[in-house]
């Protein structure tokens, strides 16, 4: 009897051994600079091509710009401040990097993480004398044109879409829903404003006034950014100061960026910057990606982990759902 059911146990058997050994090869594969439940895998650095002794360092700001971890299969991955200001330091350490090359691909992101991105730029060039190129890809929007400000040098590719130089609040409101399914929010508050944004009612003339006078502070900081950083832009404020979005074209017209031009270019900037003649471009990325090129490794997260097999995140219509002041050109918001 045993004998006789023996070959149906075995092929009920073979989908569990296929699954584990599916399972190993893909732990394994993980090397042994990742941790299944554990940190993030140690920054390496890898040659993007040249062979010089100076270098480059290739850094990538890319999606929303905010601070909060990316969630993976099995861990977190670093957020996207954290992870630029850790390369920033290992470039702070090496006294062969003589530039940093920022490529940005993105709409901007929160008023704070923009500002500190920002920040953290304008200190590595005064503390290391190492010299910054932004290099803007197809989109470098509101904070990421915010970032791009800290750098010596802006490079637009000829297609790039940035401009969006202002401030968007946005909270969600349900007020209306919750009157739909006859729920109500109780709510005992310390001072009249203290639940002013709350999406659980409309909010008041007043309400706006106020947060429009906030908008208008935080605005008044970046347009004055742009004064101070871009006196090119001096006279031209009436091509940008509504907050419209601007073709690379329009935005060298409106003193915004240096040129309009390519990765070459923005390397050719670096080296007329520094006086290296033959710059090797260098990227650190936490895992290895053989072949890689400037546009492979800019075309990746930061952050990405081997074990980051599911990435949930949405990054526009997340922060669309976050109440919360942004530098973000997000067209989705009028919708």
């Not at 800019?298 to 997340?318: E, H, K, V």
Request: charged share 20%; with cysteine; hydrophobic share 45%.
């Amino acid at each position: 009897m045993t004998a006789s059911h023996s070959p149906r146990l075995r092929a009920r058997s073979l989908p569990v051994l296929v699954l584990l050994l599916a399972l190993s090869a893909v732990l394994a594969g993980c090397g042994a600079r990742s941790s299944l439940f554990g940190g993030p895998d140690p920054f390496g650095e890898e040659t993007v091509f040249g062979q010089g002794r100076d270098k480059a360092v290739l850094i990538n700001v890319t999606g929303v710009i905010d601070n909060r971890a990316k969630s993976g299969l099995f861990r977190e991955r670093p957020g996207m401040v954290q992870e630029v200001v850790a390369q920033l330091r290992l470039a702070a350490e090496d006294p062969d990097v003589k530039a940093v090359i920022v490529a940005i691909d993105s709409p901007g992101g929160g008023v704070t993480a923009s500002d500190v991105l920002y920040h953290e730029l304008m200190r590595h060039r005064e503390r290391t004398g190492q010299k910054v190129v932004a290099l803007m890809l197809d989109t470098a929007a509101s904070g990421g044109y915010y970032t791009a400000l800290a750098a010596d040098r802006i490079v637009a590719h000829p297609s790039t879409v940035t401009g969006s130089i202002g401030v968007i609040f946005l909270r969600p409101e349900v007020a209306g829903l919750m009157d739909k399914i006859g729920v109500r929010a109780v709510v005992a508050k310390s001072g009249e404003h203290k639940d002013m944004g709350s999406p659980f009612r409309e909010g008041t003339d007043e309400e706006r006034a106020l947060f429009q006078a906030i908008i208008a502070d935080m605005n008044g900081r970046f347009q004055g950014l742009v004064h101070e950083r871009r006196p090119a832009s001096h006279g031209r404020e009436a091509q940008f100061a509504d907050a419209r979005i601007l073709t690379a074209r329009q935005a060298l017209a409106a003193g915004l960026v240096d040129r309009i031009g390519y990765f070459e270019d923005a390397l050719a900037e670096a080296a007329s910057l520094t006086g290296a003649s033959d710059l090797r471009v260098v990227t650190y990325r936490r895992d290895p990606l053989p072949g890689a090129t400037e546009y492979a490794t800019a075309a990746t997260p930061a952050g990405s982990g081997r074990m980051a097999l599911i990435d949930m995140g949405l990054p526009g219509l997340d922060a669309a759902s976050r109440a919360g002041f942004h530098y973000l050109w997000l067209p989705e918001a009028g919708m």
